[in-house]
């Protein structure tokens, strides 16, 4: 990388396509690039479900969506029309760098794609998949198999500070950009519901089955945070029709003796960022919303089951999570059948950790 030494802007490329936990556990990257880089232009490569996440952000130059969605609806001939396109767009870019912080086959192709002069990855506790390591350098860290999905990226900015014999400290922030016009849309909802500043926001989905709380569980934790603590409860969720989750939050609100809102499917993803940043504590299990709330500083309480919450659970300074030690955990097991360390988890344990974090 000597020859970038005295070059005046930088393109950077940013590889993380998708999945919204992902995507936040990434922003700490483009904050201190930015940093160690002033003068550089930022592109992020991202799927079009989660643009709006990343819209606006003023550490990023540049946002080129990949539409993964529609690609899967169109026909073969649609399809290499819109492979070819992203393809050209990406090479006339000519970037310096791309950094790779999703390490699988599909980012694999994208910086094939991009063909940056240097190809750098973050290291995975797992290791890169899906032969992506070909395509870039695995900037390995010594404790990866300990360390959380967030410091494993920042290697990356401690790989480029070395490099380029920078002194530059690294802080792990996570900017996002909320726009006045998202607050005043949320606190009309709130408004509409007539729910209480005092309201507890809980997340009983996730894309894997694995990592979900029972319904049952919910029903009756939301019912004693209603009752006893004089909180609001207001579920979240996919859209419906548009998700795995569809129909959780109702089941949970027909088991509940008190009144609960549901704001499944009726939030933009800005105004969901908004919500989580009012609430005054988010439950749930590990997926996206629990980390977009621990971005945003809120407290939290992370329900993990079968994966590694050094690894991948809640971060910051503002949470705890509930987990059980059992001898198969974690397990990171999609779809297992017996889910011992969630049966294990009580709602005495979540009433606990409310008083504990309250």
Known sequence: MNDLLQKAELKILIVQPSRLGDIIFSLPVVFNLKGLFPNSHITWLVDDRC????ENNPYIDEIIVVPFKELKKNNLFKKIKEIIKLKNILRSKK?????DLHGLFKSSILVLFAKAKYKIASSSSYGMKELSWIFSKEIKSQNSMFQHTIDRHLEVVKYLREKFNKKFEIKKEFPIYLSEENEIKVNEILKKFNIKDDFITIFPGGGWLSRRWFIENY????????KEFNYDVVFIGGKPGGSPEEGIIEKIQKLMNEKSYNL???LTLKQLCVLLKKTKLFIGNEAGPMHIACALGTKVIGIIGPTNPSRTGPFGNNFIVVKKDIDCAPCRERNCKKMLCMKKITVEDIINAVNKIL
């Open 51 to 54: 643009y709006e996440l990343l």
């Open 95 to 99: 970037f310096d760098i791309s950094i």
């Open 219 to 226: 029903a009756r934790l939301s019912d004693i945070l209603i």
């Open 264 to 266: 499944s499917g009726q």
